[in-house]
């Protein structure tokens, strides 16, 4: 019997309510880090409204959880598929170890929701929509949502570095506890990054690899396509993230790769392309040691510092290396929230400024193993969705581009880009026929 003659017209009712509150939190997270942060320290509590979106999720998963218990027989196909199963193995280790703690602190169930949450999107979105199904036609509908996300967001970057005033954001209960209300670089106050409602110019950053990605395939129209590309183009700018900005760069390579295919790396234009491209990045690299602007931009350094290096460029790499060390010195981890971003609410941060290395330090090298072989499983089947799907190849390129940005910033902790990407993922994944997803991974 086909599994789903299993599902009841009220099971349906009841999945659609699940994927609708998911794809409710799908459209708020963007702004989040704005309204959390006014709504928290206006109304309170503050803890409360910045960890909202977390519970609905949570509550979410388990009426899911509930739902596939009661069907046995459905959860079962559905828990065996090689993706899930990696998950379920990653999150059971992650909380095997968090749990092996002496005792039970802030930190570590903030990382459990930081380390988690994506996790629990994408089982949500995979799971409702592998037995509902969802049109072409929707996926057209997210594009253009992510179109006006775009076009809004960015607008308010530019505003943001150039005619806001620096403390405009402190009305809305910005500052010292919760987000910094101005973002600069290397201390100059004339060198403003954006970060629109996010919690980060690099959040910021690393979000528009998703409209880049977007704009990259026929999802739109041409002249949208063409609107969307330049403001993403603009938004990794203006929000000063160089990983973001590398990440960007490898989006695009890919997508001519996907288009063209190899053979186009034979041809004259590739050839003449690639060395023009070789030519413009050393002018870049010989301007950037020599004109002030353009240092700030590409080295994040003044001309009053030592070196080009100096400041966030060597910090980066001295604090991977940190990282790295205690991995070595605990390879079997130290819980999730004993580093990374949710280790800010301990009295002892560990941050790696690496997503990988961090993912080490907290599951261990086992649970690093577990997550990469996760991931890889997720591309592998958005890169099979990806011959039918333009959806599925839009999130395939811009999680290329993620993880690439993933070895300077701890990528998937921000809450925007994690639900959006694996949320979306999981309904691109559920395209793929019953059979083949088993097949794929």
């Given at each position: ?33 704005f309204w959390s942060t006014w709504l928290g320290s206006s109304i309170g509590p503050l803890w409360l409204w910045k960890s909202l979106l977390d519970i609905v ?385």
């Amino acid at each position: 019997m086909a599994i789903q003659q299993l599902i009841t017209r009220r099971d349906r009712t009841f999945l659609d309510i699940i994927r609708g509150c998911a794809l409710g939190v799908l459209l708020l997270t963007p702004f989040y880090g704005f309204w959390s942060t006014w709504l928290g320290s206006s109304i309170g509590p503050l803890w409360l409204w910045k960890s909202l979106l977390d519970i609905v999720v949570a509550l979410l998963g388990l009426a899911l959880i509930a739902w596939l218990v009661i069907h046995r027989t459905i959860s079962r196909v559905l828990v065996h598929q090689p993706i899930v199963l990696t998950m379920i193995t990653f999150a059971a280790l992650a909380l095997i170890v968090t749990e092996v703690m002496p005792q039970p602190t802030t930190e570590m169930t903030v990382g459990l929701a930081f380390g988690l949450r994506h996790i629990c999107m994408f089982c949500i979105m995979f799971g409702t929509s592998w037995f509902l199904g969802s049109g072409h036609e929707w996926r057209r509908k997210v594009a253009r949502v992510i179109l006006w996300v775009t076009v809004v967001l960015v607008t308010l970057g530019i505003i943001q570095v150039t005619v806001a005033p620096a403390d405009v954001l402190t009305q809305f209960g910005y500052g010292p506890d919760t987000i910094a209300p101005v973002s600069i670089i290397d201390d100059n106050s004339a060198a403003r990054r954006a970060f629109a409602t996010m919690r980060g110019p690099n959040d910021f950053g690393a979000f528009m690899l998703v409209p880049l990605a977007v704009a990259c395939v026929s999802l739109l129209s041409r002249r949208q396509r063409i609107v969307l590309a330049l403001f993403a183009a603009v938004g990794l700018f203006i929000s000063g993230s160089r990983s973001a900005m590398i990440g960007g760069i490898v989006v695009v390579i890919m997508a001519v790769l996907l288009q063209h295919g190899m053979q186009l790396l034979r041809s004259r234009r590739a050839i003449g392309m690639t060395l023009a491209g070789v030519i413009a990045a050393g002018v870049m690299l010989a301007g950037a040691m020599t004109i002030p602007t353009l240092r700030l931009i590409v080295f994040h350094s003044s001309p009053t510092d030592s070196h080009l290096t100096e400041g966030s460029t060597d910090q980066h790499w001295q604090r991977t290396m940190i990282g790295i060390e205690n991995v070595i010195h605990q390879p079997l981890g130290c819980g999730l929230g004993c580093a990374g971003p949710a280790s800010f609410y301990s009295d002892s941060p560990s941050i790696s400024e690496n997503y990988y290395v961090q993912i080490a330090e907290e599951a261990g090298v086992i649970g690093l193993v577990l997550w990469v072989t996760m991931t890889v499983l997720v591309m592998k089947a958005l890169y099979w969705v990806s011959r039918c799907d333009e959806l599925a190849r839009s999130l395939y390129l811009a999680g290329i581009g993620i993880a690439v940005v993933g070895f300077w910033l701890h990528v998937w902790g921000d809450i925007t880009l994690s639900l959006v990407w694996w949320g979306l993922a999981g309904i691109a994944m559920a395209e793929l026929p019953k059979l083949e997803v088993a097949k794929v991974a």
